[in-house]
Antibody, heavy 120, light 109 residues
Framework: QVQLVQSGAEVKKPGSSVKVSCKAS????????ISWVRQAPGQGLEWMGK????????NDAQEVQGRVTIIADKSTSTVYMELSSLRSEDTAVYYC?????????????WGQGTTVIVSA | EIVLTQSPGTLSLSPGERATLSCRAS???????LAWYQQKPGQAPRLLIY???SRATGIPDRFSGSGSGTDFTLTISRLEPEDFAVYYC???????????FGQGTTLEI
């Protein structure tokens, strides 16, 4: 069964960093890109970045460029998204999602979401 | 930067009725790169339609997608109680690789 299982909720101070994990099945990790999408409370969806886990190749969105780091751990089939210099506007639910072949254009499997709250 | 605009913002209908949701792109886009999602409160989005008109695995045939160029439509032929949710369209732009979503349409009873 295809699954993406994310780490638990986090509460962080402004200016700090948060690291969210997304554990994939070995097949998904080896064959598919994985993206990160976030959703602020009551708002829409925002793509943050994508990684090809087996190659470690990353694309990230201009809005978070310079603050987001996406890496993949081959030994555990886990993808990580770290966001630094947190501000209140980063309060959101963060999702990992699998890019669907052949164009990687859509997201066909989603993690359950990780709530990140940034508050002093 | 291509912008997706969804309309209406909120659609109020009853079970059994037909729902028509619109997604307009600010410039012409490849149909292959347009998708639709359903999201219910407290849940992750669920892929409904990819490539503008192909249903994702397990999606009932009352959901259909159409359109090309700048105008795309999601149609739900006969609304079931579980269809009341927020719907997003989404576009992939290949150069540079970038994904964007519409602002969403709330389908309410």
């Amino acid at each position: 069964q295809v699954q993406l299982v994310q780490s638990g909720a986090e509460v962080k101070k402004p200016g700090s960093s948060v690291k969210v994990s997304c554990k994939a099945s070995e097949d998904t990790f080896r064959r598919y890109p994985i993206s990160w999408v976030r959703q602020a409370p009551g708002q829409g969806l925002e793509w943050m970045g994508k990684i090809i886990p087996i190659l470690g190749i990353v694309n990230d969105a201009q809005e978070v460029q310079g603050r987001v780091t996406i890496i993949a751990d081959k030994s555990t089939s886990t993808v990580y998204m770290e966001l630094s210099s947190l501000r209140s506007e980063d309060t959101a639910v963060y999702y990992c999602a699998r890019n669907q072949p052949p164009y990687d254009a859509a997201f066909d499997v989603w993690g359950q979401g990780t709530t990140v709250i940034v508050s002093a | 930067e291509i912008v997706l605009t969804q309309s209406p913002g909120t659609l109020s209908l009853s079970p059994g009725e037909r729902a028509t949701l619109s997604c307009r792109a600010s410039q012409s886009v490849p149909s292959s790169y347009l998708a639709w999602y359903q999201q219910k409160p407290g849940q992750a989005p669920r892929l409904l339609i990819y490539g503008a008109s192909s249903r994702a695995t397990g999606i009932p045939d009352r959901f259909s997608g159409s359109g090309s160029g700048t105008d795309f439509t999601l149609t739900i032929s006969r609304l079931e109680p579980e269809d009341f949710a927020v719907y997003y369209c989404q576009l992939y732009d290949s150069s540079p690789p970038w994904w964007t979503f519409g602002q969403g349409t709330t389908l309410e009873i």
